[in-house]
């Protein structure tokens, strides 16, 4: 799941870069994930380094992979709307 954070014509920052501005060009959105590494708190990261060692992975799964890693995404890409998360 993932936010919507700029439409059309708006003008992006993403949340880690305070350097970077994006300009959402037409039929496109900016989406983010709520899952990084500056939002998750310590009971977080324990479930987390608790889940990767019953898995056997040392990989960090806490970024969110977006519009902060591939751009603008195209609005028919988009598949559905969450309304609220449980």
């Given at each position: 799941v993932k936010r919507v954070?700029?439409?059309?014509?708006?003008?992006?920052?993403?949340?880690?870069?305070?350097?970077?501005i994006e300009r959402v060009p037409s039929f496109a959105?900016?989406?983010?994930?709520?899952?990084?590494?500056?939002d998750s708190n310590k009971e977080d990261?324990?479930?987390e380094k608790e889940a990767s060692a019953i898995k056997g992975s040392?990989?960090?799964h806490c970024k969110s992979i977006d519009s902060r890693?591939?751009?603008?995404?195209?609005?028919n890409?988009?598949?559905?709307v969450a309304e609220r998360i449980i």
């Amino acid at each position: 799941v993932k936010r919507v954070v700029g439409l059309v014509g708006q003008i992006v920052r993403p949340r880690e870069s305070w350097h970077r501005i994006e300009r959402v060009p037409s039929f496109a959105l900016w989406v983010e994930g709520d899952n990084n590494e500056e939002d998750s708190n310590k009971e977080d990261e324990d479930d987390e380094k608790e889940a990767s060692a019953i898995k056997g992975s040392t990989t960090n799964h806490c970024k969110s992979i977006d519009s902060r890693t591939y751009g603008p995404i195209c609005k028919n890409l988009v598949e559905g709307v969450a309304e609220r998360i449980i």
